[in-house]
């Protein structure tokens, strides 16, 4: 089994959260329909899981859906839910612009829409969203190269190569902005050095932040441009795409005693990647807590539906680009091997140490 498939397979065994995707319309308040991009990574597992059961606590049924990242899944799993009533919708898009019809059907049922953790474009339908703030999961991932720069009193400047998340998720747009307001001053001043002069989001975004993909760019950077020269950090977007990388430089001898592993980053706190921090072959991870993202939007979800004043943090950043829509943002936290075990065990309770060995 290579790397990815054994990450694919250690997900689907790790998973204590499989949620059914059946509906269960017994709840006198009503259905509320959710629409999740995948199930590959085991965040969005979780965020179902959360959130079906906030969504109970309050009296509502919920008909929760995964898309397997196939739009025309996504859009016909919504409309199902529009014809068999849903009160609102709660919807990740894969692609944030592809959902403007069936919110128009939507919304003219009176259903109320929220996004969730990805931001809908391009539709004045959208009433609320809920997420992380996505531009501070960026600052957080380059501070931790940055930082590792900095401890390690390098005199030569540092190697470093950037990769981002899938180019129609709006989350990989913030997250880039915000590392790159960190490493920016640091590629000007020569203390970091771009060897691939790949930077443009376009050139290093990772189709749908898949693992495997991200893993063969590795494969072409390592041989283009590292044959001879040491590769000192990655900036990885998410965790899916962390495992592709560590893979890739496995595959040509970092991690050994002689060639010491680049600083990796990612995002998401997925069980194999915080092995992967205990280990030594990642250095941090932001830990998103997706159970308070889930109840945030379970409040906001209820309150729009019975009239009372929704909790916003944010009225002013999230432009869609035909409204402003009101947001909730959740602070994400970095993880690295020596707070994983208060972030996620101890103070956390997101995971059991025993998941974790
Ligand atoms: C989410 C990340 C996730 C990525 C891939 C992004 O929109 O915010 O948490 O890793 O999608 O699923």
Known sequence: MNTIKKFAFAMAVSCSLAVTSSASFAQEKGTIGISLPTKTESRW??????????LKAKGYAADLQYADYDVPTQVNQIENMVTKGVKALVIAPIDGKTLSDVLQSASSRGIKIISYDRFITQTNKVDYYATFDN??????QAQSIVSAYEKSGAKKPWNIEIFAGSIDDNNAHKIYAGGMSVLKPYFDSGKFVLKSKQAAI????????????????????L???YSSARLDAVWAPNDAVAIGIISSLKGVGYGAPQQKMPIVTGQ?????NIKAIIRGDQTTTVFKDTRELASRTADIVVDSLTGKPVQVNDTK???????IV????????????????????????YYTEAQLK
């Open 45 to 54: 597992m979780t965020d179902g899981q959360s959130m079906v059961a906030a």
């Open 135 to 140: 531009y501070q999961v960026g600052v957080l």
């Open 202 to 221: 376009e050139k290093v975004s990772v189709y749908r932040w898949d693992g495997a993909t991200a893993q063969s760019r590795m494969d072409n950077l």
């Open 223 to 225: 041989s283009a441009f």
């Open 268 to 272: 998401d706190a997925e069980i194999p």
């Open 317 to 323: 950043s999230y432009n869609n680009g035909v409204k």
């Open 326 to 349: 009101p947001t909730y943002l959740v602070k994400p936290m970095l993880v690295d091997a020596g707070n994983w075990k208060e972030a996620l065990v101890t103070r956390g309770r």
